[in-house]
């Protein structure tokens, strides 16, 4: 069974950083195209930045030039290194694969973003 572990959120001020992490214990995690996806409430999840299995990304506007996505497939792991952090990066983060979820959700970490 895919299961899918995000880590890292937490409280940081305006201008910050946090890395977050996505344990992913799933076969062929290095075959997969995945992201990072993003949720407030009364709003639909958004994918932010996705990370193709040969090493190529791409970006939402709202965090393209701030965010990074990487990963190290021998560890099965997900990252997301957000930089320059403003209030409307608040949300819950979620990893999956790109650009639909086709594995079960996570629980989510969360991110605000406030002085």
């Known amino acids: 069974q895919v299961q899918l572990v995000e880590s890292g959120g937490g409280l940081v001020q305006p201008g910050g950083s946090l890395r977050l992490s996505c344990a992913a214990s799933m076969n062929g995690f290095s075959i997969y195209n995945m992201g990072w996806y993003r949720q407030t409430p009364g709003k639909q999840r958004e994918l932010v930045a996705r990370?193709?299995?040969?090493?190529?990304?791409l970006y939402a506007d709202s965090v393209k030039g701030r965010f990074t996505i990487f990963k190290d497939n021998a560890k099965g792991t997900l990252y997301l290194q957000m930089n320059s952090l403003n209030p409307e990066d608040t949300a819950v983060y979620y990893c999956?694969?790109?650009?639909?979820?086709?594995?079960?959700w996570g629980q989510g970490t969360q991110v605000t973003v406030s002085s």
């Open positions: 990370i193709f299995s040969g090493g190529n990304t």
């Open positions: 999956n694969t790109a650009p639909t979820g086709l594995m079960g």
